[in-house]
C-alpha cells in the first residue's frame, strides 16, 4: 500500500463509497502508532459537517467514532490479516505523515476569513463567490460563512468536505495559487493534484452523479488520477484537451508561455483540441513522452520522447533547466520567487542554458548563470533588471 493508497481510501469513506475490504483496511490502519492522530485530521472536515454536535476530545468518544467504521463492515467480511510488509509500509505512511504535525484538540478549529484578499495568498473561490484565504505553512480547517463548505490543510495537502448535494448539483471551485507558492490538492475522487506558483483550477466539489471528472487549469500541475473507467477524469487548458486513463502526468498552460504541453510519467493519456467534447480522435501518449499543442494553431500536436525528471522536479522543490533559452529561464524565475524581472539585454534571450538547483537564492541562480553566459544585473527589493555587461 502506498501513501496515496491510504488518503483515497479515507477520501471514499468520508463520501461514503469505501468498500468493505477498504473499511477493514482504513479501521486496522487507524489503530496502528500514531496513524490515529492522523486520521483525526485528515477526517476533520467531515467530523465538523455531519458531527458536529459531538466531540472526539476525549479517548473514549473517539474510540466510539472509530466504531462506527467497524460496523460498517457486515459478516461476510473475512478477517484481514496484513502480511508485516504490508504493516512495516503503514509505519512509514506514519512516519512520513506525522513527521511534523501536531494535532491540538483543544485548540480553535477555525481560522478567520480576512475581508481584503491578499493577491500574494493562495485563495479558494467557492460557487457563490466566497474567498476563504489558505495559509501553506499552517494546518488549519476553514469554514465558509454559512457553514456549507470545509476545508481543511494538513501538511501542505487541501482536501474539502461540502454538505450534503441534491442529487445532480455541482458546485465549482476555483483555486489560485501566486507566484512563489504552490498548492496540494486531494479532490473529491481521490485524485491529488499538486499546483505550481501562477496556478489556478476549476474543479466540481464533488463527482458524485457526472459522467467524467472535469478539471480546467491554467498554469501548470502535477497529477495522479484515481482510476475509475466509468468516469474518465479530463484537463481542460485554454489550447488542449487531456483525457486521462488513471495515471501519472503533467500539465503546463501557463498564458505567458504560448504554448500547453503535456508529460506522461506513467499510464496513458490522450490529447485533442478544447472543443473535442466526446473524446474523440485524440492522440495517445506513452510514458517518457511529451505533446505540444502547435504553435500555428493546427490541429495537430508535436509529440517528442522526453526525460520526465526536468519536468516534474518542481514538485520536488527542484528547479531545473534543460537546454532553455533564458527568455524561458526568465518567465520561470518570477513564478518561482514572485519577482519582476526586466531583461534590457535583448541578445541574452536566446541564449539557453542548463542546470538545476535546490532552493537556492535567486542572486545564487542568476550568478551561476552568470559564469557561463556574461550579463550585469541591478535588484532592488522585488525588481531585477538585467542589462548587458560593461565593457572590460
Not at 481560522?111 to 457563490?128: G, Y
Not at 524565475?333 to 536566446?350: A, T
Amino acid at each position: 500500500m502506498t501513501k496515496i493508497d491510504i488518503r483515497r481510501i479515507i477520501t471514499r469513506y468520508i463520501n461514503q463509497e469505501a468498500s468493505q475490504e477498504e473499511l477493514a483496511i482504513l479501521y486496522e490502519w487507524v489503530k496502528k502508532g500514531n496513524n490515529k492522530d492522523v486520521f483525526k485530521k485528515l477526517v476533520q472536515a467531515d467530523f465538523l459537517v455531519n458531527y458536529e454536535d459531538k466531540s472526539w476530545e476525549t479517548e473514549e468518544a473517539f474510540e466510539s467514532f472509530l466504531h462506527t467504521i467497524k460496523e460498517k463492515e457486515t459478516k461476510r467480511v473475512r478477517p484481514l490479516f496484513a502480511g508485516d510488509h504490508i504493516w512495516k509500509y503503514a509505519a512509514v505512511i506514519a512516519v512520513t505523515l506525522c513527521s511534523s504535525l501536531y494535532f491540538l484538540l483543544n485548540q480553535s478549529p477555525f481560522v478567520d476569513v480576512p475581508m481584503e484578499v491578499d493577491r500574494n495568498q493562495i485563495t479558494l473561490q467557492l460557487e457563490n463567490g466566497e474567498i476563504l484565504t489558505i495559509d501553506p505553512k499552517s494546518d488549519a480547517t476553514v469554514q465558509s460563512k454559512n457553514g456549507s463548505t470545509v476545508v481543511s490543510l494538513v501538511q501542505g495537502v487541501l482536501t474539502q468536505k461540502e454538505e450534503q448535494l441534491k442529487r445532480g448539483e455541482v458546485r465549482n471551485n476555483t483555486i489560485r495559487v501566486p507566484y512563489g507558492k504552490n498548492l496540494t490538492i486531494t479532490l473529491q475522487d481521490g485524485t491529488v493534484v499538486m499546483l505550481n506558483s501562477g496556478s489556478s483550477m476549476t474543479y466540481p466539489s464533488s463527482f458524485v452523479d457526472m459522467n467524467t471528472r472535469e478539471v480546467q487549469l491554467k498554469g501548470e500541475a502535477f497529477f495522479e488520477v484515481t482510476k475509475n473507467p466509468e468516469k474518465p477524469f479530463i484537463v481542460k487548458t485554454e489550447t488542449m484537451y487531456t483525457q486521462v486513463f488513471g495515471t501519472v502526468f503533467n500539465v503546463s498552460a501557463y498564458a505567458e508561455d504560448g504554448a500547453s504541453e503535456v508529460v506522461l510519467v506513467e499510464g496513458s493519456v490522450g490529447v485533442g483540441k478544447p472543443d473535442n467534447k466526446r473524446g474523440e480522435d485524440l492522440q495517445m501518449l506513452r510514458p517518457s513522452q511529451k505533446a505540444i499543442d502547435a504553435l500555428d494553431g493546427g490541429e495537430g500536436f508535436v509529440v517528442e520522447d522526453v526525460d520526465v525528471s526536468s519536468y516534474i522536479s518542481w514538485t520536488q522543490g527542484i528547479l531545473s533547466f534543460e537546454n532553455d533559452s533564458m527568455g524561458q529561464i526568465v518567465k520561470r524565475l518570477q513564478r518561482q520567487y514572485n519577482i519582476k524581472i526586466v531583461n534590457q539585454y535583448k541578445e541574452l534571450d536566446e541564449r539557453r542554458f542548463t542546470g538545476m538547483f535546490d532552493e537556492e537564492s535567486i542572486d545564487h541562480v542568476l550568478r551561476t548563470i552568470q559564469a557561463h553566459t556574461h550579463f550585469s544585473y541591478d535588484k532592488e527589493e522585488d525588481l531585477i533588471i538585467i542589462k548587458k555587461p560593461a565593457k572590460q
